[in-house]
């Protein structure tokens, strides 16, 4: 007769708010960072991210005890077959700057300027702030 080892794979769920994701881990042999990096990949997926949104996990902590999984450990040492995570995580919107004019540019640097500043008045009149005249920051309105 011939035993033959059975290799048991684990599965884990990790809740980001009100999204479950499953996550395949094998036998368990990763650690906690590579399944928060897999579960947070995939999560991206699901939730249909934007790409200038940044996702910032802190912790995983485990429901059945509140318990928080150390990054460095390894998963099957920590969490059980279909044992159910939390991820304590972050969302922040990267916003970008306003476009450099440059030489290429259909309207001359004089213009662009002029058109920036003028819209820059616009809001600043509504929200009742003072412009800066310093040449460098006038295409930024001060807070």
Known sequence: KQWYQRRVAITAGVCFGTTRIVVPVGDGNITV????????????KVAKKDPNENVVVHHLHSIADDGILDLDDVLSDVVDDRDVLVAVFEEETVTSTPPIPDIKHPLNQDQWLEKEDSAADSELSTDKKEKSTDCDSALIPLL
């Open 33 to 44: 960072s590579q399944l928060t990096e897999k579960s947070l990949a995939r999560f991206r």
